[in-house]
C-alpha cells in the first residue's frame, strides 16, 4: 500500500474530504509540516509506495525524495479556488457568514489592487485555522467533474 506525504493538515483534509466524495480509499496520509520534512518523512517509511502532494515552490524538496509527486499550482487554495471559480468562492465564504470580512480585508490598503485570488490567499491564510477550515468547505463544494488536477491524479494514482 502506498503512502502519501503532503505539506500540510489541509492538504490532508482535502484529500480526505475528495476522495469520501468519490468513494476512494485514501491511503495513509503522512502531514510532514512543510515540504523540508519530506526527507526525514520519506527516511521514516522505507519499503513503502510515497505518493507526494506539494506547492509548486516547495517541489524540488519533494521531488529530491520522492518519485511520484502531484504539483499545485501555486499551491492547494489555489487550485480549488480556480476548480470553483470566484463566484463560487464567494458563496462558500458567504455561506459561512464571513463575507464581510472578506470584503473587509479587500479594502485594507496593503490588499487594494492586488488580485482577488492574491486576496482569498490571504484570507484563507491570516486567521488561525482557516486554511484547514476552507480546505474542507471548498473541497465539498468543487464539482466532481472539476478536482483539480493533481489531487484527481493522486487520487486516481493511490487507488
Not at 37 to 57: I, Q, T
Not at 68 to 86: H, S, W, Y
Not at 88 to 97: M, R, T, Y
Not at 118 to 140: C, D
Amino acid at each position: 500500500m502506498a503512502v502519501v506525504v503532503v505539506e500540510g493538515e489541509s492538504d490532508r483534509i482535502a484529500l480526505e474530504v475528495l476522495a469520501a466524495r468519490l468513494d476512494v480509499r485514501l491511503p495513509p496520509v503522512a502531514v510532514v509540516g512543510g515540504a523540508h520534512g519530506a526527507r526525514r518523512a520519506v527516511a521514516e517509511l522505507r519499503g513503502e509506495a510515497v505518493l507526494g502532494l506539494v506547492d509548486v515552490k516547495e517541489r524540488a524538496q519533494f521531488e529530491s525524495v520522492i518519485t511520484r509527486v502531484f504539483v499545485c499550482d501555486p499551491d492547494l487554495e489555489g487550485e480549488l479556488v480556480r476548480a470553483l471559480g470566484i463566484p463560487a468562492v464567494e458563496s462558500v465564504i458567504a455561506a459561512n457568514g464571513e463575507l464581510e470580512s472578506f470584503r473587509r480585508l479587500q479594502n485594507q490598503p496593503a490588499q487594494r489592487g492586488r488580485p482577488i485570488e492574491a486576496q482569498l490567499a490571504r484570507f484563507f491564510g491570516g486567521r488561525s485555522g482557516n486554511k484547514r477550515r476552507y480546505a474542507a468547505l471548498l473541497a465539498a463544494a468543487v464539482p466532481l467533474d472539476r478536482i483539480p488536477g493533481p489531487l484527481a491524479a493522486l487520487l486516481a494514482a493511490s487507488a
